[in-house]
């Protein structure tokens, strides 16, 4: 069995992200009765509530915080130097792992990274969800990148400006080189999208 998908089912993740989900359902009706209060006239119960979401905000985030520390440990314990695997991570959460990655990556010096991002299938409606966030990342870093053509799950992002011997090999097999706006067009596609969840 995958192990993403036993790590994504694990009691302890689930009932994190769950417990995130009560929270934020909290904050958000929290916000409404802060924002109705407010128009009724009442300023002090429109502060009390105000006050109360942005303290199912704070759990919400910590929870959602725990969880993606979670699963990035139980996803990477086994992972091959290079190598980080995204799975069970929000998009946003995905960003800032990846974004810490290439950063470490540079300073060792690493001609690239392998991103394991999933190809979409268990997001709602099999769509990926990273293609903007990849777009942003990409362009921030000003990088090139690779889908692996053994594995459209993959995203070989060449690190400095050294010849990345992955990179190579996908444009051997036929995988262009890939920058920002190539990768957001591949990644829309519902078959070879990248995503998390």
Same mark, same amino acid.
């Given at each position: ?7 994504q089912?694990?009691?302890?993740y689930?009932a ?5 989900r009560?929270?934020g359902?909290?904050?958000a %009706?929290?916000?409404d ?7 009724s006239g009442?300023g002090?119960r429109? !502060? ?8 199912h905000?704070?759990e919400?985030?910590r929870?959602? %915080?725990e969880a993606?520390?979670?699963i990035f440990y139980?996803?990477n314990?086994d992972?091959k130097?290079g190598?980080?695997?995204l799975?069970?991570l929000y ?6 792992y990846?974004? !810490? ?6 300073q #060792? ?8 991002v999933g190809?979409g299938?268990?997001?709602l409606g ?10 942003d990342?990409m362009r921030?870093?000003?990088?090139v990148?690779a889908?692996d053509?053994?594995n459209n ?6 690190i400095?400006?050294? #010849?990345?011997p ?5 444009r051997? #097999?036929?995988a262009p080189l890939l920058g920002?706006?190539d990768i957001s %067009?591949r990644l829309e596609q !519902?078959d070879?999208?990248?995503?998390i969840?």
């Amino acid at each position: 069995q995958d192990a993403n998908l036993v790590h994504q089912s694990n009691p302890q993740y689930v009932a994190l992200r769950d417990r995130a989900r009560q929270e934020g359902d909290a904050m958000a %009706r929290a916000f409404d009765a802060s924002h109705h209060a407010y128009e009724s006239g009442d300023g002090a119960r429109a !502060k009390e509530l105000s006050n109360e979401g942005h303290a199912h905000k704070s759990e919400m985030e910590r929870l959602n %915080r725990e969880a993606s520390q979670w699963i990035f440990y139980q996803n990477n314990t086994d992972s091959k130097p290079g190598e980080v695997d995204l799975h069970g991570l929000y998009v946003k959460e995905a960003i800032q792992y990846t974004d !810490k990655a290439i950063l470490e990556a540079q300073q #060792r010096g690493d001609p690239e990274i392998h991103l394991i991002v999933g190809k979409g299938l268990h997001s709602l409606g099999g769509h990926a969800k990273i293609k903007p966030a990849i777009e942003d990342l990409m362009r921030k870093h000003d990088l090139v990148a690779a889908l692996d053509p053994d594995n459209n799950g993959v995203l070989i992002v060449q690190i400095s400006g050294r #010849r990345s011997p992955d990179v190579d090999r996908a444009r051997e #097999r036929g995988a262009p080189l890939l920058g920002a706006a190539d990768i957001s %067009r591949r990644l829309e596609q !519902k078959d070879d999208g990248c995503l998390i969840m």
